[in-house]
């Protein structure tokens, strides 16, 4: 008889180990709290608007492809990739930067503003493009379980290539003065969580992955991606259950044997945790059952919360491209405020991300639609609505700047999320967006383990786990779990 897995939560990593389970021949269900699967990539449609509400970016396309390769699929069987060219534009205090799909027109580019950068560019690169093989390679498909995993001469060879104890910020700096240029190629890792100089330079692989392998857009929004992985385990055999509220978990000699929602019981003879790690461990687990204590969690460095906007716009904006980085005011002072003086950033740097600019199924015809990101600190939540409110304000006078026209008048379709949102609908740690930050001491094996110490049976998947944040990073979890529970 086969072996029963219980995935509690349908988000990417869940959707990614289901499909590699079932491959194995075993049984596997999804219990899911809300109506859809997909968790943070998840999509809201209103009035013919269309807005991807978490996840915006598709780096790293390789990984996507292999995947679906796994199970003798491609991409191309459930979506179509548009390569942007330029994929993105920085808009500074002054001028406004298209940050160009092609290592030598960009090199160019960088040596208008700098004698010698496009050489360094290409070095650096160069550099970058190594670390990601070795990373992608020796560490990312590891399950952290602890240091001996990397004790192999080959990975300790290629691991003094990786700067791991340098920083993104020192490694950048040495090589470029021009501040825009630093920023420009600083810029990808803020999605690691922390600021560049408190991120290992191992991280600049990154770079690689945005100014050498391109950044795409699925047709119909990131949506298309969950969506896909979600009609793939549904082929594959796999149950999905929504509208599932896990409630607790009735356990026989140290294993999960039930697992209780708000409407139903499940038994199971594996159980895999994709939901917020902290969520389930501290508020369903029962105290004798967790590994870690309230206290390690809460000395965790996460990465931003955000504050969300998707607007609907009844006319065309000029000027925006579909993604869009807004530098227009100090960076760091931003920075500081959401990672070191802990409160709302009073001029903030921001993402504006316009698929309707790629996709005319975005938006109806004429019109625009805008997802706004404003990086804030996780676990801060004071007068967080009416901030939110101020900020937006703000954001759309600096954009009608850019546009060169005003459009505030003709915002049709408006919602947010701010942290508590995000607690609400995914029980996210803190309101946090993307996770733990990427810094050296939670870096590999020194993130949360992805098995239980306590539990038999219980493994977890997903962002506060290895790899790390990310849609790509988030495949590759799952990918790690579900065969850590068929190698028992």
């Not at 290592?103 to 160069?126: I, S, T, V, W």
Request: aromatic share 12%; glycine share 6%; charged share 25%.
């Amino acid at each position: 008889m086969s072996q029963q897995i219980t995935i509690i939560g349908g988000g990417i990593s869940g959707l990614s180990s289901a499909c590699y389970l079932a491959k194995e021949g075993m049984v596997v269900r999804i219990l899911e709290k809300n109506a859809q699967l997909g968790g943070r990539m998840n999509l809201l449609e209103d009035s013919g608007f269309k807005f991807d509400m978490g996840p915006s970016w598709y780096w790293m396309p390789e990984v996507f492809e292999d995947f679906f390769k796994d199970f003798g699929k491609h991409t191309s069987d459930y979506y179509e990739l548009i390569k942007l060219d330029p994929s993105y534009q920085i808009i500074w205090d002054n001028e406004t930067w298209d940050i160009y799909a092609d290592r030598d027109k960009l090199g160019n580019f960088f040596e208008k503003h700098e004698k010698g950068a496009k050489q360094a560019l290409n070095e650096f690169l160069d550099d970058a493009k190594v670390k990601y093989e070795i990373g992608m390679k020796k560490m990312v498909h590891k399950p952290g379980r602890n240091i001996l995993e990397f004790a192999d001469y080959q990975t300790i060879k290629a691991g003094i290539k990786l700067d791991i104890f340098k920083s993104v910020s020192k490694l950048i700096r040495k090589k470029f003065k021009n501040p825009k240029i630093v920023q420009a190629l600083e810029f990808p890792v803020l999605f690691l969580g922390a600021m560049p100089n408190d991120i290992p330079a191992l991280y600049t692989l990154m770079n690689h992955a945005d100014l050498d392998l391109g950044t795409f857009y699925p047709k119909g929004g990131m949506y298309q991606v969950s969506r896909a992985m979600e009609q793939l385990a549904i082929e594959l055999g796999v149950e999905v259950h929504t509208n599932q509220n896990v409630k607790e978990i009735h356990f026989e000699n140290n294993k999960a044997t039930e697992i209780v929602t708000d409407t139903n019981t499940f038994s199971t003879d594996e159980l895999l945790v994709s939901m917020d790690y902290h969520a389930f461990e501290q508020h369903i687990l029962p105290p004798q059952y967790r590994t870690y204590t309230e206290k390690y969690w809460d000395q965790r460095v996460l990465a931003p919360s955000s504050f969300l906007y998707y607007l609907g716009v009844d006319k065309k904006i000029p000027n925006l491209q579909h993604h869009n980085l807004f530098f227009d005011e100090d960076l760091n002072r931003h920075a500081e405020k959401i990672y070191s003086d802990i409160g709302w950033p009073e001029k903030p740097a921001f993402y504006v991300n316009c698929t309707s600019k790629t996709d005319k199924t975005a938006a109806p015809e004429g019109k625009e639609n805008l997802m706004i990101l404003i990086p804030t600190p996780p676990g801060y939540h004071e007068n967080e609505k009416k901030t939110a409110e101020i900020l937006l304000d703000q954001v759309i006078s600096r954009m009608e700047k850019i546009a060169g026209e005003k459009f505030r008048d003709q915002i049709s379709v408006k919602h947010q999320m701010t942290g508590k949102d995000f607690i609400r609908e995914y029980n996210s740690y803190k309101g946090n967006a993307y996770g733990l930050a990427n810094v050296l001491k939670q870096t590999a094996f020194l993130k949360p383990k992805m098995t239980s110490k306590k539990v038999a049976n219980l493994t977890y998947t997903g962002h506060l786990t290895v790899p790390g944040p990310g849609v790509p990073p988030a495949i590759i979890s799952g990918k790690i779990a579900a065969k850590l529970i068929t190698s028992k």
